[in-house]
Nanobody, 114 residues
Framework: VQLQASGGGLVQAGGSLRLSCHAS????????MNWHRQAPGKERELVATINRDSVTNYTDSVKGRFAISRDNARRMVYLQMNSLNPEDTAVYYC?????????WGKGTLVTVSS
């Protein structure tokens, strides 16, 4: 299983970014996909999930600002992030489970300047 995330960068507060994650080695269409983040000095937290039926869930702090989506044909999952604020600064990780194991992408850094 390989997860390759991209799309991070430096953005000013109020700006937007779209993260992308390509998955291989799994039956993508039936897998729930997740985005997590880890801010400096903090524990990793679950940000958004999308299941096989494209039902989504978000942590409270990003509701109304972030949107997770998937493209099964391209084996891609996306995280559209709007109205970013400095508290969103973190390394963002793509994640899924397969065969009872957790798999993680390398992470992509998002830095939001005030």
């Amino acid at each position: 299983v390989q997860l390759q995330a991209s799309g991070g960068g430096l953005v000013q507060a109020g700006g937007s970014l779209r993260l992308s994650c390509h998955a291989s080695g799994i039956n993508f269409g039936i897998k729930a996909m997740n985005w997590h983040r880890q801010a400096p000095g903090k524990e990793r937290e679950l940000v958004a999930t999308i299941n096989r039926d494209s039902v989504t869930n978000y942590t409270d702090s990003v509701k109304g600002r972030f949107a997770i989506s998937r493209d099964n044909a391209r084996r891609m999952v996306y995280l559209q992030m709007n109205s970013l604020n400095p508290e969103d600064t973190a390394v963002y990780y793509c994640n899924t489970q397969n065969g009872g194991r957790n798999f993680w992408g390398k992470g992509t850094l998002v830095t939001v300047s005030s």
